[in-house]
């Protein structure tokens, strides 16, 4: 069992930067494939940004060049560095790991004022 639990979001000005973390629990952090998905009221959750266990990172067009992810295994943690926010950020980000199972995190809410 692999708990999630993510920190670090909060309200912000365009332009402005933040980073969320995602602790993991239990002893197989390097073994899981992580990502951040958000999720905008009334849209579907949609892939941010992911990582591999080797460190292979893929992102989606919309955060490419703006948005960093990266993992710490030592720290069985997470990390999303977002710059250069934009209104059209502003969503509930959820931690996502997948190792046989899926496991997601509470979420944590980005709101950017334009």
């Known amino acids: 069992q692999v708990q999630l639990v993510e920190s670090g979001g909060g309200l912000v000005q365009a332009g402005e930067s933040l980073r969320l973390s995602c602790a993991a629990s239990?002893?197989?952090?390097?073994?899981?494939?992580m990502a951040w998905y958000r999720q905008a009221p009334g849209e579907q959750r949609d892939l941010v940004a992911g990582?591999?266990?080797?460190?292979?990172?893929n992102y989606a067009d919309s955060v490419k060049g703006r948005f960093t992810i990266s993992r710490d295994n030592a720290k069985n943690t997470v990390y999303l560095q977002m710059n250069s926010l934009k209104p059209e950020d502003t969503a509930v980000y959820y931690c996502?790991?997948?190792?046989?199972?899926?496991?997601w995190g509470q979420g944590t809410q980005v709101t950017v004022s334009s």
């Open positions: 990582i591999s266990t080797g460190g292979s990172v």
């Open positions: 996502y790991a997948r190792g046989r199972i899926s496991y």
């Open positions: 239990g002893s197989t952090f390097r073994t899981l494939y």
